[in-house]
């Protein structure tokens, strides 16, 4: 199968054989946006990105891979820091994220440890924070002189076992204001908005339906190919949507607009060709670089026939091609 691409983006052809015979064809185009500060989005270069095969990690949470056949829906994910309201310290506050009719919000506190009491002690003041799953609960605990790690987020912190080992120990920086520690005992949801890793407990839980336990049958569902926290999987994200970050910029308050980006793959195999909308199924928020990362993915299978001339071509779906966003 051959990619002729007429946008410029950056764009690949991912190929697998499901069954003897039959393909399945993945085109994956991505493209980075940049925010104006009224919220606007302007198409960049293509070499402002890259198509990754596996997970990129960086200090704010990974890059998801690109490699996956489709995602049921819209994966949203945020890097970003917590901001302190006017660059003053403080001990506690809140960043919120709105887009379209998605709201979620997080808590954001200083370090704080368990005392002997094991109460927790005061927060220490902070003035900016990672919004990272390492300052979310997770990470590992002692069990019986044993290492013992949190499956939902093993590289988080606030994990205690057993109440020997509590005093001294941080507890978590980043909450659910649903689901709040208030003693060493809890067990409270991983909060984030960074990529979910593969391996965490909370992907696997929604990737596979157990079928038989006796038999251990089981089957996996399309969620398997989600990369983003559960809380930021929307069905649909519509082009132009407004969003706004608050919290996570000195300035108080990141706008930012779904990209206006329409892309079509047309597929021809022998005489026939066939149009198929590649849909934008990932936006990474990238505060700090005041940068969207859209990726678009149209999936399609066909017989392999041999000396048949298979072909997509990427083109823009619009006569006119990427535009400037609206403005909120």
Request: hydrophobic share 40%; proline share 10%.
């Amino acid at each position: 199968m051959e990619l002729e691409d007429t946008t410029g983006l950056c764009a690949r052809i991912f190929r697998g054989e499901p069954e003897p015979g039959l393909m399945l064809c993945v085109v994956v185009a991505k493209a980075a946006f940049a925010a104006a500060p009224d919220g606007s989005t302007e198409l960049c270069p293509a070499e402002w990105v890259e198509i990754l095969t596996e997970p990129e990690q960086t200090p704010l949470g990974a890059y998801p891979s690109d490699q996956v056949p489709y995602r049921p829906g819209v994966d949203l994910f945020v890097h970003a820091l917590a901001h302190a309201p006017g660059g003053r310290p403080t001990a506690a506050m809140a960043v919120g994220l709105r887009l379209g009719a998605l709201a979620r919000t997080l808590h954001i506190i200083g370090d704080r440890r368990w005392t002997r009491s094991l109460r927790p002690t005061s927060p220490a003041p902070f003035v900016t924070m990672p919004l990272t799953y390492a300052r979310a609960f997770g990470g590992q605990a002692l069990a019986r002189g044993e290492p013992l790690v949190w499956p939902d987020n093993p590289e988080g912190r606030g994990f205690v076992e057993e109440e020997a080992h509590a005093e001294g120990a941080l507890l978590p920086n980043i909450e659910d204001p649903r689901d709040r520690t208030a003693s060493w005992r809890d067990r409270p949801r991983v909060a984030g908005w960074a990529p979910l890793s593969p391996q965490s407990a909370i992907h696997l839980r929604r990737s596979v339906e157990l079928l038989d336990a006796e038999k251990g049958a089981y089957r996996l569902n399309p969620a398997v190919f989600s990369c983003a926290h559960p809380d930021l999987v929307v069905p649909d994200l519509a082009p132009g949507t407004r969003g706004v970050l608050t919290g996570v910029d000195p300035s108080g308050s990141f706008h930012f607009t779904s990209p206006r980006l329409e892309l079509v793959a047309e597929v021809e195999l022998g005489p026939k060709t066939h149009r198929i909308a590649a849909r934008m199924d990932t936006l990474g928020v990238l505060v700090g670089e005041r940068r969207l990362i859209a990726t678009y993915r149209a999936s399609f299978r066909y017989r392999l026939i041999p000396k048949q001339i298979r072909r997509v071509r990427l083109s823009f779906a619009g006569p006119t091609g990427p535009a400037r966003s609206d403005s909120p």
